[in-house]
């Protein structure tokens, strides 16, 4: 499995990270060719932190937040980005 650093999704996101500089600190990971990714994703509205394990052979995606309220809205946003 791949384990990815969710410090990079916010530096593409807020940081307009360059995809020359992403790709010269994630390729030495070799995620592409992981049937699994793991994905922590940080949550500041709320401070909270939510897991998200993606499964690409199942074509399954996996989100674990343990103070959701069982409603799509409280992951809707999260699987968008």
């Given at each position: ?5 969710s410090?990079?999704?916010?530096r ?8 020359a500089?992403?790709w010269r600190n994630c390729?030495?990971t ?14 500041p ?14 074509r ?6 343990s ?15």
């Amino acid at each position: 499995c791949a384990i990815l650093s969710s410090h990079e999704i916010v530096r593409v996101r807020c940081d307009h990270l360059e995809d020359a500089d992403l790709w010269r600190n994630c390729a030495w990971t070799k995620y592409w060719e992981k049937d699994t990714w793991i994905i922590p994703i940080h949550r500041p509205v709320v401070k909270h932190w939510v897991l998200c394990v993606l499964r690409f052979p199942s074509r399954e995606m996996h989100l674990f937040d343990s103070l959701a309220n069982n409603t799509e809205e409280s992951w809707c946003s999260d699987v968008k980005v």
